[in-house]
């Protein structure tokens, strides 16, 4: 049985096989893809499946080595779709299909997986700009891809927007995967936060509301009452 979605046919399982991965291990991206336009909806659960299932690696060895054998093999994988070949997976058969429809590049998927392999690491975020560079390689890739989806295959040239909301999806997904070390104050709480250095946050984001500031807040509020 085929699953068709403006000319994108998926099997059946193949389609089921995307939805309950997302359901299960990233309900955040099924219930977000669920606002996709109908015509594109198929291809975009088969993009988030394939993050989700690079995603959750680390989670899934006991040592990086292991680990590194199974980003591989996803490697090896998103190459052969440039030839046709299926892999047996369903997640990687949909996403074939997908980038077959879409003409989606594929290096921008190999430099997904490449930006996940440092989670199976202890390497710690030095500062800022370096947890930036991480949510940008993997959550920003995921987002232009996305895009290219949506304008059925064509440049949008909205890269600013997408880092933004790239930003915006990426701490949110850091906190839901790496909760653990997070609390233990390791790896993806940069060391300059850590020291106390906040420079690069948004003043109105780190600036301290003290009582002071909000009695003036409350004078004001009473001034225009």
Do not use: C
């Not at 440039?82 to 997976?89: D, I, K, L, R, W």
């Not at 190999?110 to 975020?125: C, G, N, P, S, W």
């Not at 003036?216 to 225009?224: A, F, P, V, Y």
């Amino acid at each position: 049985m085929l699953f068709r979605s403006k000319e994108l046919n998926l099997t059946q399982s193949q389609h089921d096989y995307a939805t309950d991965l997302l359901r299960s291990y990233s309900s955040d991206f099924y219930y977000w893809s669920l606002f996709i336009p109908a015509e594109h909806r198929v291809a975009v659960q088969a993009l988030l499946a394939f993050e989700t299932e690079i995603a959750r690696i680390p989670s899934q060895v006991s040592e990086a080595s292991l680990g590194e054998i199974r980003y591989q093999w996803w490697r090896d994988s998103v190459n052969a779709i440039a030839v046709g070949e299926e892999s047996g997976h369903p997640v990687i058969n949909a996403l074939g299909i997908a980038a077959r429809h879409y003409s989606l590049p594929l290096e921008p998927l190999i430099a997904l997986i490449d930006a996940h392999v440092m989670d199976l690491y202890e390497d710690q975020f030095v500062d800022l700009s370096m947890l930036e560079g991480y949510i940008g390689e993997t959550y920003g890739t995921l987002i232009r891809l996305v895009s290219l989806i949506l304008a059925d295959g064509r440049a949008t040239g909205d890269g600013a927007l997408a880092g933004h909301a790239a930003v915006a999806i990426g701490i949110q997904k850091i906190f839901e995967n790496h909760a653990g070390e997070i609390a233990n104050r390791q790896k993806f709480v940069p060391l300059s936060l850590l020291r106390g250095d906040i420079t690069g946050i948004p003043q109105e984001i780190s600036r301290h509301d003290g009582p002071e500031r909000s009695e003036e807040h409350t004078s004001e509020l009473q001034s225009h009452s």
